[in-house]
């Protein structure tokens, strides 16, 4: 609002989506970028293997690069990049370095405005960067990081709600993919009834599966049976014959 009637470049204070997982709020992160249009770059805090991703290493040491602000604002386009930590709870402490300390003048706007990655050794305004964190438990997440941020909590869906969501992913899928033709429009409501219980993360799994099985029984719409259990890992039984 504050920006709409104005040449100044959209501002959002960082945001941290705070959820059980599966709920969505990565594919929501995502979703922000391609909506806002000024790039994205993406940190997966959960297998990062660097503590200095994001501000870089300083060229003296073996296999150094920049870190993934600088990247993203020099390879784009925009001086408001939308970057998404993600799963921020989940930064292992082992590292050499802490792979937050970065954040801590990274989410000031004042300090931003004069960040250093310590392989390029030049100095950029990383203050437009809009942040935007995902994380399932706050208790692993530093206070100084929880003081920067504004906390979004983002609660497990309700039946109807799972029920709406589901729809949409079936016609993703069916829309997206050349066999989605042999399917109707909408599946039958009482296949929307078994992914109610699932999350989200979940439901696009289900649902891949449940269409190969309708095609595997040389039906072309989803019955309930097609459907996989609520909660079903990944692992499966498999047999070899020789």
Same mark, same amino acid.
Request: hydrophobic content about 45%; cysteine-free; proline content about 7%.
């Given at each position: 609002?504050?920006?709409?009637?104005?040449?100044?470049?959209?501002?959002?204070?960082?945001?941290?989506? /705070?959820?059980?997982?599966?709920?969505?709020?990565?594919?929501?992160?995502?979703?922000? *970028?391609?909506?806002?249009?000024?790039?994205?770059?993406?940190?997966?805090?959960?297998?990062?293997?660097? !503590?200095?991703?994001?501000? !870089?290493?300083?060229?003296?040491?073996?296999? *150094? #690069?920049?870190?993934?602000?600088?990247?993203?604002?020099?390879?784009?386009?925009?001086?408001?990049?939308? &970057? $998404?930590? +993600?799963?921020?709870?989940?930064?292992?402490?082992? @590292?050499?370095? +802490?792979? /937050? !300390?970065?954040?801590?003048?990274?989410?000031? @706007?004042?300090?931003?405005?004069?960040?250093? =990655? %310590?392989?390029? %050794? $030049?100095? &950029? =305004?990383?203050?437009?960067?809009?942040?935007?964190?995902?994380?399932?438990? =706050?208790?692993?997440?530093?206070?100084?990081?929880?003081?920067? $941020?504004?906390?979004?909590?983002?609660?497990?869906?309700?039946?109807?709600?799972?029920?709406?969501?589901?729809?949409? /992913?079936?016609?993703? /899928?069916?829309?997206?993919?050349?066999?989605?033709?042999?399917?109707?429009?909408?599946? *039958?409501?009482?296949?929307?009834?078994?992914?109610?219980?699932? *999350?989200?993360?979940?439901?696009?799994?289900?649902?891949?599966?449940?269409?190969?099985?309708? #095609?595997? =029984?040389?039906?072309?719409?989803?019955?309930?049976? +097609?459907?996989?259990?609520?909660?079903?890992?990944?692992?499966?039984?498999?047999?070899? $014959?020789?």
């Amino acid at each position: 609002a504050l920006v709409h009637d104005s040449g100044d470049a959209l501002e959002i204070t960082p945001l941290l989506l /705070l959820g059980p997982p599966g709920v969505g709020k990565t594919h929501f992160a995502r979703e922000v *970028a391609a909506l806002l249009g000024t790039g994205m770059g993406f940190v997966a805090m959960s297998s990062l293997t660097a !503590g200095w991703v994001l501000s !870089g290493a300083s060229s003296q040491w073996k296999g *150094a #690069r920049p870190g993934k602000v600088f990247e993203t604002l020099v390879d784009g386009s925009y001086a408001n990049p939308v &970057i $998404v930590v +993600d799963e921020i709870d989940k930064a292992r402490a082992e @590292h050499a370095y +802490d792979p /937050l !300390g970065a954040l801590y003048s990274l989410l000031e @706007h004042d300090t931003a405005a004069d960040f250093t =990655d %310590e392989f390029a %050794e $030049v100095p &950029i =305004d990383a203050s437009q960067v809009i942040w935007i964190a995902t994380a399932n438990d =706050d208790r692993a997440i530093p206070e100084p990081i929880l003081n920067r $941020v504004n906390v979004y909590e983002v609660a497990a869906p309700d039946r109807d709600q799972a029920r709406a969501i589901a729809l949409r /992913l079936y016609r993703q /899928l069916r829309d997206s993919h050349g066999w989605g033709a042999r399917f109707p429009h909408e599946p *039958a409501d009482a296949v929307l009834d078994g992914l109610a219980d699932m *999350a989200p993360r979940e439901m696009r799994r289900a649902w891949t599966a449940a269409f190969g099985n309708a #095609r595997l =029984d040389g039906r072309d719409a989803i019955e309930p049976r +097609d459907l996989p259990a609520a909660g079903a890992g990944k692992r499966g039984p498999i047999g070899f $014959v020789q």
